[in-house]
């Protein structure tokens, strides 16, 4: 009698054991029909996360909210004015230089990067330059493609970003 009392005992306290191991292994999941108590709900903001903040917004320039693209022209040369000569979407094979004019718009003072990446076809890339500038009201930038050979026939686009988001896009073939 002593002996089963004893196996008794002995898988009671395996019982505990492992239910308590069990609830230590799910003590920081909720349960299936309660969402976490910091986990927003789904459409809710984010909070914002004290570390990425700029320790003074007010001096931090944001690109991104004052500096805009407006136009993009392409060609194969800039005239005087820094803007594409004459804008077009069609290239010959021959056209050594492909010119991007990219006009810019600054309602205050901001330091940005502006980025052209060039792709063929599927998302080939062809190029990948980019500028910092500080804008400031109206303004024109220029981006070169060129190839000593023939360009491949086909279709091109040009992306230009500002700061990391792409902001305009234009489409161009080459025949």
């Known amino acids: 009698m002593t002996q089963t009392r004893s196996h008794r005992l002995l898988a009671l306290t395996a019982a505990i054991a492992c239910a308590v191991a069990?609830?230590?292994c799910n003590r920081d999941q909720p349960a299936a029909d309660q969402p976490a108590a910091d986990t927003p709900p789904v459409g809710a903001p984010m909070p914002a996360d004290p570390v990425a903040q700029p320790a003074n917004p007010a001096t931090t320039p944001s690109a991104t909210q004052s500096a805009t693209v407006s136009e993009v022209l392409l060609g194969t040369e800039a005239s005087g004015?820094?803007?594409v000569a004459e804008?077009?979407?069609t290239f010959a094979r021959s056209d050594r230089t492909i010119?991007?004019?990219?006009?810019t718009r600054a309602d205050s003072p901001a330091e940005t990067e502006v980025r052209a990446r060039w792709t063929f076809q599927d998302g080939q890339l062809v190029d990948e330059t980019s500028q910092r500038l500080n804008?400031?009201?109206p303004g024109?930038?220029?981006f070169r493609?060129?190839?000593?050979?023939?360009w491949p026939a086909g279709t091109y686009t040009v992306e230009i970003s500002l700061d990391g988001?792409?902001?305009q896009s234009q489409q161009f073939t080459v025949q």
């Open 22 to 24: 069990l609830g230590a």
């Open 99 to 103: 010119v991007a004019s990219v006009v």
């Open 81 to 83: 004015n820094e803007r």
């Open 165 to 167: 988001n792409v902001v």
């Open 87 to 89: 804008p077009k979407t």
């Open 135 to 137: 804008l400031s009201g």
């Open 145 to 150: 493609v060129s190839n000593q050979e023939d």
């Open 140 to 142: 024109v930038t220029n």
